[in-house]
């Protein structure tokens, strides 16, 4: 049976366009993040993700550098948004993350968001994906309704650091088909420390219950093998655990269950001001990595994927050039399967 995308599900009778309507309001006083600014972005008051009414898309390209279960043989259509509500020091996108005077520029209008999705579909790729999407929820909503009604079939999938709100989260319930959260930190001094944000493990941890609750554990597959509906969750490895990887893990283990879809990573390398950053200013160690590894099979957890160890050679984007930021190998047309291994995914 061919998957239907579960928005398409809302574009009748217009609940997607009710909820969209109602983010919108939201931008009025701002809480679409747990910062809760209380700016008012429909008259472009800036705070703390530096962004106003209008959506900023920094790049839409089709990419190879996600899991394989996502990826296939065409690719993800990835949208990236502009800016960010956390400042992260090692921040392999700060180029478009933490530069927001000059990605203010990058601003696009409602209907030439949806132009881009529909391009991206029409480019044949196997799902959308919105990169760094929080700041940017009203928008992105608004315009998947615009895209919906022109033809966008495609499944939507939302990739994010996890400082989300579940109250938002909520309201995406139904339009999100594959959620792609970060779990950064399992302690709020690192959070605070290297990202700049006080209560990312509670936020984060409240975020991805709510994301579970959505989609469950198990991953839904269509018959292209690719995955259609579910949640993977992302962890970076850092170097000296400054991660936690064993307490956060261990949350997904306990909180979330041994049949939670993992995707662990490799990839650090200091960028941004990480060179400088005492702790943050090397490369993880292969033992640091075979550590986490190994953790996973005493968790007993197997759904998933890991990377190489030489990841961090090849996922490095340069988002000089917007159209083809990732030159490694993974935005070419090869598949990332020379980076990431497999493990169990089902």
């Known amino acids: 049976m061919e998957f239907v995308p579960s928005y398409l599900k809302l574009l009748d009778g217009g609940e997607l366009a009710r909820r969209a309507a109602l983010l919108r309001s939201m931008l009025a006083s701002c809480r679409i993040c747990p910062h809760d600014c209380g700016n008012n972005r429909l008259k472009d008051e800036i705070a703390r993700c530096y962004s106003g009414c209008l959506p900023v898309v920094s790049s839409s390209t089709v990419h190879f550098g996600e899991e394989p279960a996502l990826v296939g043989t065409r690719g993800v259509g990835n949208i990236f948004f502009g800016n960010c509500n956390l400042r992260c020091v090692y921040c392999q996108n700060y180029l478009i993350s933490q530069n927001y005077r000059e990605e203010r520029k990058n601003e696009v209008s409602i209907e030439h968001l949806a132009g881009m999705i529909l391009a991206l579909q029409e480019k044949g790729v196997h799902a959308i994906g919105f990169v760094s999407p929080t700041h940017f929820v009203p928008q992105m909503v608004m315009a998947v309704e615009i895209a919906a009604r022109g033809g966008l079939r495609l499944p939507l999938m939302y990739n994010t650091n996890a400082y989300d709100s579940p ?5 995406l319930d139904g339009i999100v088909d594959i959620y792609l959260p970060d779990l950064k930190y399992a302690d709020e001094e690192m959070g605070y420390r290297y990202s700049k944000i006080r209560n990312y493990p509670a936020v984060a941890r409240a975020a991805l219950r709510e994301m579970h609750r959505q989609v469950g554990s198990a991953l839904v597959l269509g018959g292209d093998g690719l995955v259609k ?39 650090y390398f200091p960028a941004h001001r990480a060179g400088v950053t005492p702790l943050l200013d090397r490369k993880i160690r292969e033992s640091e990595y075979e550590r986490v590894l190994a953790l996973l099979d005493r968790l007993g957890m197997d759904r998933g994927w890991a990377q190489e160890y030489e990841a961090s050679e090849y996922y490095r984007p340069e988002f000089e050039d917007r159209d083809r930021p990732f030159k490694g190998g993974i935005d070419n047309g090869e598949s990332d399967d020379d980076t990431q291994q497999k493990s169990a995914a089902s």
């Open 167 to 171: 109250d938002i989260l909520r309201i």
């Open 229 to 267: 509906r579910g949640l993977i969750i992302r962890h970076l490895v850092l170097p000296n655990d400054i991660a936690g990887s064993r307490d956060a893990l261990g949350w997904v283990r306990q909180k979330l269950g041994e049949q939670s879809t993992l995707s662990i990573m490799s990839q």
